[in-house]
């Protein structure tokens, strides 16, 4: 995890928790996105996720592979298989989460991505990881074209992480270290994670979890199971169920 910046730089003013959005025509997307326009011109929606999301709304983090949460994995790497990517390999950061099992690489030989619509877009060597938006407690629309941003709001994502850091196993430790780094970067970087009306945007039974980390509280215990334990009981079992 050591291509994280550990410390807020002094004064440096994080961005709003409402991220600007990106151009309704993917085809005008930067070619990091390349395959966001594949899939829309595929039908298939996605939701901007991770280390992208959380740059976008204003942590300082380094970008390398492009997760994309997806209605249906194996659907969304079919369409960006016939477009000319290929199978990957997780880097060896990521290895040892075996929830990152779908990889794709755009093609090696410089050809452009096919696709269906009138215009190829552009697209960079990123390597793509999909991920299940349901595994990921994350809803997204029946279509692309009914999405009103291709990033999460901030309350969405931190729903999300939280949700999803309490779904893991115990065997699961790289993944919840890495959910760890995000939760923790959001209440380091981002301001309007403070505001005194936040809690309110969060489903009742995180606002603990939310007021604890506000204080610091448990916050470096959060790579545990042992803490992510005893947020789980603290939830009434009435309220288990994902947001």
């Known amino acids: 995890m050591g291509h994280y910046l550990s410390r807020r730089k002094t004064g440096q003013k994080a961005k709003d928790d409402k991220p600007a959005s990106p151009p309704e025509d993917p085809v005008r997307f930067p ?3 390349a395959a966001c326009h594949i899939l829309y011109d595929t039908g298939i929606p996605a939701c901007i996720w991770l280390e992208d999301a959380l740059s976008q ?19 969304a790497a079919q369409a960006l298989l016939r477009a000319g990517y290929q199978r990957g390999e997780l880097g060896l ?3 040892n989460i075996t929830q990152f099992k779908t990889v794709l690489t755009p093609p090696q030989n410089g050809t452009q991505p096919q696709t269906a619509g009138a215009a190829s877009p552009s697209f960079d060597m990123t390597p793509v990881i999909l991920l299940p938006a349901k595994e990921w407690f994350h809803n997204l629309p029946e279509s692309p074209r009914d999405m009103t941003d291709w990033f999460p709001t901030l309350p969405q994502l931190l729903t999300a992480l939280i949700a999803k850091w309490l779904s893991l196993e115990e065997a699961e430790l790289h993944l919840r270290l890495r959910i760890a780094v995000f939760v923790g970067y959001i209440y380091e970087y981002i301001d309007a994670v403070r505001a005194p ?17 506000l204080q610091g509280t448990y916050m470096t215990d959060l790579g545990t199971f042992r803490c992510q ?4 009981c603290s939830i009434p079992e009435t309220e288990k169920r994902p947001p």
């Open 93 to 95: 950061a990521l290895r």
């Open 31 to 33: 070619p990091r996105y």
């Open 197 to 213: 009306d936040f809690v309110q945007q969060l489903p009742p039974k995180y606002s603990t979890f939310h007021l604890n980390q």
């Open 229 to 232: 334990q005893h947020y789980l």
């Open 57 to 75: 709304l204003g942590v300082p983090t380094l970008v390398f592979s492009l997760f994309l949460l997806v209605p249906d994995a194996d659907a």
